[in-house]
């Protein structure tokens, strides 16, 4: 019997570790998705804000009427920053056709904005204004929407993805809670089992030994009469 029991605290232990294992690296699963998504979230941010900085500077040009050097170094500046932030968007997206919508729209406002430019270099202020609201805008406002609802997706989906990880996490810790009170209350029986089984054995040895004193009392009363 006892070592049944043993047997089975055994395969018990066995299958918590299996179960905890298992889930363990499911949650870290969930973790490193989160953990991509956040990344996504955090990049679609900064694309935004090239963007608001590009559309910064595009005004500062009609303001100005004119590129000077120190706005040119600016604008090829947030042109580069633009270009890496898709790149690295690249590595964190779950959906390219997403991505290329995206890029599809930077790549349009930044064609919008160069013609509006180029406009100014050449002096022509009234169609570089036409040209901004017909077209720099209008793209803008596109690439805008698109990356909001993007930064959305990403938002939530990190949000669920945290929230199943933490859930696990407790889940994990209370099957393992209760696994070990389950190990620990088998224990408690097996030790019991062999306590009495200890204690019918210390008793059977007792008997034996007061039928073998009784015995050698009789041997000694025949042999003494």
């Avoid at 706005?71 to 898709?86: C, I, K, T, V």
């Avoid at 805008?144 to 997706?153: A, F, G």
């Amino acid at each position: 019997m006892v070592s049944q029991k043993q047997s089975s605290s055994i395969v018990l232990i066995i299958g918590a570790i299996i179960a905890v294992c298992g889930a363990t690296f499911g949650i870290a699963t969930l973790n490193s998705q989160a953990s991509r998504a956040a990344q996504h979230e955090q990049e679609l941010n900064h694309l935004q804000a090239i963007a608001n900085r590009l559309d910064a500077l595009e005004w500062r040009a009609i303001a100005k009427k004119k590129i000077d050097t120190e706005l040119e170094e600016d604008l090829q500046l947030q042109r580069r920053e633009a270009q890496r932030s898709l790149v690295t968007l690249q590595a964190t997206t779950d959906s390219l056709n997403h991505l290329e919508k995206i890029e599809s729209a930077y790549q349009s406002y930044a064609s919008a904005v160069n013609q509006l430019l180029n406009l100014l270099i050449s002096n022509q202020v009234e169609k570089a204004l036409e040209t901004d609201t017909k077209k720099v805008d209008p793209s803008y406002d596109e690439l805008y929407e698109l990356i909001q609802h993007e930064t959305k997706e990403a938002s939530d989906k990190y949000n669920l993805l945290n929230y199943w990880s933490n859930l696990g996490s407790i889940i994990i810790l209370l099957c393992l809670v209760t696994t070990l009170g389950m190990v620990f209350r088998q224990y408690l029986r097996v030790y019991r089992q062999v306590q009495l089984m200890t204690i019918d054995a210390m008793r059977d040895q007792q008997n034996k030994l007061n039928e073998e004193r009784q015995l050698l009392c009789l041997l000694y009363t025949s042999d003494a009469a």
